[in-house]
């Protein structure tokens, strides 16, 4: 199964949902662009491609997270001030006290 996530002009995530691997192969060859379609194609929208173990775009798309294009990743928001963003990871972390 393949997961997708739709996104607002802010790109902000507004769900993810479950796709069938059927609807992404190519000629035997998964096809992120093919699931777009027929996400698109059933729902309308802003479709990206999340990996639930982030195999892909750093991190599993939420509700509420950014997908930042130019990092290619899905970020989620900032917990509290305390908190730093690690760009490498494209995840938050604790500051040390």
């Not at 798309?61 to 294009?69: E, H, K, Q």
Request: hydrophobic letters at 40%.
């Amino acid at each position: 199964m393949a997961h997708f996530a739709e996104l607002d002009a802010n790109n902000i995530v507004l769900r993810v949902i479950v796709v069938n691997n059927a609807e992404l192969d190519d000629d035997g060859v998964e096809s992120e662009q093919k699931g777009i379609d027929f996400c698109q194609h059933l729902m309308g929208g802003v479709w990206v491609q999340t990996s639930y173990n982030s195999a892909f775009r750093k991190n599993f798309a939420s509700v509420g997270d950014t997908y930042d294009i130019d990092r290619d990743a899905f970020i989620s928001p900032q917990p509290s001030a305390d908190w730093s963003f690690n760009d490498v990871t494209c995840r938050w972390e604790l500051l040390d006290a």
